[in-house]
């Protein structure tokens, strides 16, 4: 009997610490699964009850078994949304497709998470509706040369539409514009016609710059010719002068030389007949002899009429055309 009940306890202690281990274990379990870790750049929107309770950022968090539940988890790095092409009409009435490239990010996850059902579509309608309200106060003309002009005013105008979605939109970039066919073969016969324009404009600058270069080629090589003559008629100038003053400075140095020597009366006597000499032999018809050269003269005469014979050759031939007499006047 002692026995029996003590098998009974035993068996009551047992069936204790099982139930108790397995509460244990439910609790354990429950603590691991509500144990939650934030990686970098995530979000977490927590709910309690339905309500808005919490944003968990980075790091490790524990919620509330059965009470709390993660509504959202948002990233919060930049995003880009690439929209297909739209229809939009310029104000010259073109019609023509466009496609948008838009950059945004979170900032409030509490206001992305129950500001607008579906924020995505949301954008991409507002951006369409955006660009055709741009579009359609520009011509054809203005919207193809002001794509930076239309990109900075649709993120203006987007980014503060979508404050209230907790949104920020970076940028916004018109991908491609595409207008239909017809303006497009125009606007490569417009190209085609400009390119030849530029073409016969360079051609015609070429032909311009050539002429002048060889009109300055040809008034330099004018001008150095100029140039040329005026230093050659310098030269010969100088040489002349130079060979003038060399003669002049020979006949100096001579007379110096003859007065040095104390030269007497015979000696320039002598170089005075040797000077008479050379203008005989010139082309004069009136000589004048000084007076000191006429006994000079005279004596020289007498001497040659003595040792000299005359010799009779016969009759002389006329001579046609005899020079002409010099006459040899003396001085009284």
């Not at 010259?92 to 579509?121: A, H, R």
């Not at 417009?190 to 008034?219: F, H, N, P, T």
């Not at 003038?244 to 000696?267: C, F, N, T």
């Amino acid at each position: 009997m002692h026995y029996i009940m003590l098998a009974g306890l035993n068996t009551g202690n047992i069936t204790s610490y099982v139930v108790i281990g397995i509460v244990a274990l439910i609790i354990f379990l429950l603590l691991i699964r509500n144990i939650r870790i934030v990686p970098q750049a995530t979000t977490f929107v927590i709910e309690r009850l339905g309500a808005y309770q919490a944003t968990w950022t980075t790091g490790i968090h524990i919620k509330m078994p059965f009470v709390d539940r993660i509504a959202k988890v948002i990233s919060m790095k930049e995003r880009v949304a690439d929209f297909p092409p739209q229809g939009v009409i310029t104000a010259d009435n073109v019609t023509m497709q466009i496609d948008t490239v838009l950059f945004y990010q979170i900032l409030d996850p509490k206001l992305y998470t129950y500001g607008i059902e579906n924020p995505i579509l949301a954008i991409e309608n507002l951006t369409t509706t955006t660009l055709r309200n741009i579009i359609g106060d520009l011509e054809l003309d203005e919207t193809l040369t002001s794509r930076d002009i239309i990109n900075t005013r649709m993120r203006d105008i987007l980014d503060v539409a979508t404050d209230p979605w907790g949104i920020k939109v970076n940028r916004v970039e018109l991908k491609n514009i595409i207008p239909p066919k017809e303006i497009q073969n125009a606007m490569e016969r417009q190209m085609k016609a400009e390119r030849d324009k530029r073409e016969q404009i360079l051609v015609a600058e070429g032909r311009k710059e050539s002429a002048i270069r060889v009109a300055e080629g040809e008034k330099m090589a004018m001008v150095l010719r100029a140039e040329a003559t005026k230093e050659k008629a310098i030269r010969e100038a100088e040489g002349e002068a130079e060979a003038i003053l060399k003669v002049q400075s020979a006949r100096a140095e001579g007379l110096k030389m003859i007065k040095s020597v104390s030269a007497d009366q015979p000696l320039i006597t002598l170089r005075s007949l040797e000077a008479m000499e050379k203008v005989a032999d010139g082309r004069a018809t009136k000589i004048i002899i000084p007076s000191e050269l006429q006994g000079l003269a005279g004596m020289a005469t007498t001497l040659k009429e003595l040792f000299v014979d005359p010799v009779d050759d016969g009759p002389k031939p006329e001579v046609e055309d005899e020079p002409l007499a010099k006459d040899v006047m003396y001085p009284s």
